[in-house]
């Protein structure tokens, strides 16, 4: 069964830490995944996108990896501000034909204290 | 540009009532595509439309639910009846995709989501 599971669900850290937030999947065939930024009350905004070949991109403060072999990704935020607060929605696509699909995680609500 | 437009922005109806969602997607997006968010299930696709041509409805729960674009520049998603377990924020995103084939339009193509329509079915 296709699945995206994140990790923590739900992570509160102090302005100007760092933290990472986990993807693991179970799509096949794969085609990419997709880190999005949904702040409350918005729609989901794309951070990065990684096909099979890519393995690290990067967006600001923003650091997406991603290791097909073991199917997991993590996005990694540098020295974080108050205006990340939100949730991060990972999202996978699965194969090159009409019956793709798109999965997605259910999320990682971040909350950053002043 | 103002970017994928939504209304109403909040719904509020009773049960057994139809609603209808609007969308306007960014002009020069070919491919439009509907959303369902909620608590318990996250984010779900409804309906993915490209050239104004229905291209997977698979998403779309039951009959209740129904999807039309009638031009470039507007769609709409419908619900009759409406059910309190319909109640959710419905998402509408546009991209730029030049290809029927889903996944190419919707995984390679940035999806660009609007504000969303929160609706309330009592």
């Known amino acids: 069964k296709n699945q995206v599971e994140q990790s923590p669900q739900s992570l509160i850290i102090l302005e100007g830490k760092n933290c990472t937030l986990q993807c693991n999947y179970t799509v096949s065939p794969f085609s990419n995944l997709r880190w999005y930024k949904q702040d409350t009350g918005r729609g989901p905004v794309s951070l990065t996108i990684?096909?099979?070949?890519?393995n690290t991109k990067s967006n600001g403060r923003y650091t997406a990896t991603l290791d097909a072999d073991t199917k997991q990704s993590s996005l990694h935020i540098t020295a974080s501000q108050l205006s990340d607060s939100a949730s991060y929605i990972c999202?996978?696509?699965?194969?090159?034909?009409?019956?793709?699909?798109?999965?997605f995680g259910s999320g990682t609500r971040l909350s950053i204290r002043p | 540009d103002a970017g994928v437009i939504q209304s109403p922005r909040h719904e509020v109806t009773e049960m057994g009532q139809e609603v209808t969602l609007r969308c306007k997607p960014i002009?020069?997006?070919?491919?439009l595509f509907w959303y369902r968010q909620t608590m318990m299930r996250g984010l779900e696709l409804l309906i993915y439309?490209?050239?104004?041509?229905?291209?997977?409805d698979s998403g779309m729960p039951e009959d209740r639910f129904s999807a039309k674009m009638p031009n470039a520049s507007f769609s709409t998603l419908k619900i009759q009846p409406s059910e309190p377990r319909d109640s959710a924020v419905y998402f509408c995103?546009?991209?730029?995709?030049?290809?029927?084939?889903?996944?190419?339009?919707?995984?390679?193509?940035?999806?660009?989501f609007g504000p969303g329509t929160r609706l309330t079915v009592t």
């Open positions: 999202v996978v696509s699965s194969g090159y034909s009409s019956a793709s699909k798109i999965i």
């Open positions: 439309f490209n050239n104004n041509v229905p291209i997977d």
């Open positions: 990684m096909t099979f070949s890519e």
């Open positions: 995103a546009s991209s730029l995709g030049s290809s029927t084939t889903f996944e190419v339009v919707a995984a390679s193509r940035e999806q660009y």
């Open positions: 002009s020069g997006h070919n491919s």
